[in-house]
């Protein structure tokens, strides 16, 4: 067993094991965690005694909550680029690694998993989540943008829920992250520990033995509404449609909306139109470079301040409204 700071890796059977150990934190992921992850990884990759590969969050309350965006919000404040640089870039390589590696690779999904928690783990082939499993890319609230190749993952997504997730952060519960896609097998927490043993003593093919019928969720009853009204060419558009659509679920759309910055829903929806026709690697690129920009906008700063520094939720963003978004501003994200 090694151990690096907060990732702890293991060899158990034929599975080489990787345990995200922040849990105070949510396992939120950061730069040595990125970097002690990628090396595992390509040390196993060609290690034929390793044929598969396990990850799991630390405690019982997430997988991972996403990136350590307070320190990457210090980091801009004092405008270490180069540290906020190598955070997105080695991130981004890191999801690459994922995507493209040779040897079944999965998650068990037992909690929270956002952000860059759900980049350690879309790119694999095998994702399971228990009942407890809830997913989410809230980065609009905090003034920012769905990364880690969400203008990739989210646009092929069922529909446009891709769209509604991507703007609004909404959440993504137990058997629905199957129906959304995020998840590939559902497995109640009481058997996650036994399926674990059961992958490094058999590899990922014990996994039909364990994955139960997906019970009864939301997503499905909503899906036509989600379609209708995301479909829509411009953020302004989709909130008219909202309002037009006048039921409780739509109701529920709108505060949200209201709720996040007007400026990354602007520049959100833009990468999320322009990814449905680029490859993962166009995408991150593209993102890398929206990160350049996004991380000196006020919104980033504020946003992050208001939801997980002093945590009162009262962002005041920079414009207020849909309306005074600057279109200069919005094609600088993309230059």
Same mark, same amino acid.
């Given at each position: 067993m090694t151990t690096e700071d907060s990732l702890i890796t293991s060899r158990n059977g034929r599975a080489g094991r990787i345990l995200m150990n922040r849990p105070k934190s949510l396992n939120a992921i950061d730069l040595p965690m990125i970097r002690a992850m990628t090396k595992i990884l390509l040390q196993w990759r060609d290690d034929p005694a390793v044929q598969l590969v396990i990850v799991e969050g630390a405690g019982d309350r997430a997988f991972c909550a996403g990136g350590d965006?307070?320190? %990457?919000? +210090?980091?801009?404040?004092?405008?270490?680029?180069?540290?906020?640089?190598?955070?997105?870039?080695?991130?981004?390589?890191?999801?690459?690694?994922?995507?493209?590696?040779?040897?079944?690779?999965?998650?068990?999904?037992?909690?929270?998993?956002?952000?860059? $928690?759900?980049?350690?783990?879309?790119?694999?082939?095998?994702?399971v989540a228990s009942e407890h499993a809830m997913f989410a890319m809230p980065e609009t609230i905090i003034g920012f943008f769905p990364d880690i190749g969400g203008a990739f993952f989210l646009p092929r997504l069922p529909g446009e829920l891709g769209s509604y997730l991507g703007l609004t952060g909404a959440r993504v519960?137990? *058997?629905?992250?199957?129906?959304?896609?995020?998840?590939?097998?559902?497995?109640?927490?009481?058997?996650?520990?036994?399926?674990?043993?059961?992958?490094? &003593?058999? $590899?990922? $093919? &014990? %996994? $039909?033995?364990?994955?139960?019928?997906?019970?009864?969720?939301?997503?499905?009853?909503?899906?036509?509404?989600?379609?209708?009204?995301?479909?829509?060419?411009?953020?302004?558009?989709?909130?008219?449609?909202?309002?037009?659509?006048?039921?409780?679920? &739509?109701?529920? *759309?709108?505060?949200?909306?209201?709720?996040?910055?007007?400026?990354?829903?602007?520049?959100?929806?833009?990468? %999320?139109?322009?990814?449905?026709?680029?490859?993962?690697? +166009?995408?991150?690129?593209?993102?890398?470079?929206?990160?350049?920009?996004?991380?000196?906008h006020p919104d980033f700063i504020e946003g992050v301040r208001a939801a997980l520094v002093d945590r009162d939720r009262n962002p005041k963003w920079t414009p207020t409204s849909l309306a005074a978004v600057d279109p200069a501003v919005i094609a600088q994200v993309f230059a």
């Open positions: 965006i307070v320190a %990457l919000r +210090e980091d801009a404040m004092a405008d270490r680029t180069d540290a906020v640089e190598a955070f997105f870039s080695e991130e981004y390589e890191l999801n690459k690694l994922i995507a493209a590696y040779p040897k079944p690779y999965v998650s068990l999904i037992d909690g929270v998993c956002m952000g860059g $928690g759900i980049g350690v783990s879309i790119y694999g082939p095998y994702r519960r137990a *058997a629905d992250s199957v129906r959304a896609g995020f998840a590939t097998h559902y497995v109640p927490r009481a058997r996650i520990g036994e399926l674990s043993l059961a992958l490094a &003593a058999d $590899g990922a $093919g &014990a %996994l $039909g033995a364990f994955a139960e019928a997906l019970p009864a969720g939301t997503l499905a009853g909503e899906r036509d509404a989600i379609d209708r009204c995301f479909s829509g060419n411009s953020v302004p558009d989709i909130v008219a449609r909202l309002h037009a659509e006048a039921s409780d679920w &739509a109701s529920g *759309a709108l505060k949200l909306l209201n709720g996040v910055s007007p400026s990354a829903c602007v520049w959100t929806l833009r990468a %999320l139109r322009a990814g449905a026709t680029m490859t993962l690697a +166009e995408a991150l690129a593209m993102e890398l470079r929206m990160t350049r920009v996004i991380t000196k």
